[in-house]
């Protein structure tokens, strides 16, 4: 079976930290772009979702949105078929379902670095995140 497991979400504090795990099986990727991204509460419907992070496939490039940018960061250990996020001082507009996904094979980095959902095509079942006292 091919698929994306995230797992790690929870409740926790204004200003605590977790670290989510967006693991493969089936396939290996560190032959793809990787992009981690959230759907807020009442946004399901819609299907809006904010692209948080992503990391290219080589490793060498990171991106973040400006609403985390130096407080999540993005990783991948490839000897474990996994890309991390790790998301410190979290606030409760963190709140979400956090979502990874790997960009289609032919996306360039410079098409996934967009964060933009229309380059990714394979997507983990979402793990949630919720920032609350």
């Known amino acids: 079976h091919v698929q994306l497991v995230e797992s790690g979400g929870g409740l926790v504090q204004p200003g605590g930290s977790l670290r989510l795990s967006c693991a493969a099986s089936?396939?290996?990727?560190?032959?793809?772009?990787v992009g981690w991204f959230r759907q807020a509460p009442g946004k399901e419907r819609e299907g809006v979702r904010e692209?948080?992070?992503?990391?290219?496939?080589?490793?060498?490039?990171?991106v973040y949105a400006d609403s985390v940018k130096g407080r999540f960061t993005i990783s991948r250990d490839n000897a474990k078929n996994t890309v991390y996020l790790s998301m410190n001082s979290l606030k409760p507009e963190d709140t979400a379902v956090y979502y990874c996904?790997?960009?289609?094979?032919?996306?360039?980095?410079?098409?996934?670095?967009?964060?933009?959902?229309?380059?990714?095509?394979?997507w983990g079942q979402g793990t949630q995140v919720t920032v609350s006292s």
């Open positions: 996904a790997t960009a289609a094979a032919s996306s360039s980095w410079y098409e996934a670095s967009t964060m933009h959902g229309s380059f990714y095509d394979f």
């Open positions: 089936g396939f290996t990727l560190d032959r793809y772009h």
């Open positions: 692209g948080v992070s992503c990391i290219s496939s080589s490793d060498a490039s990171t």
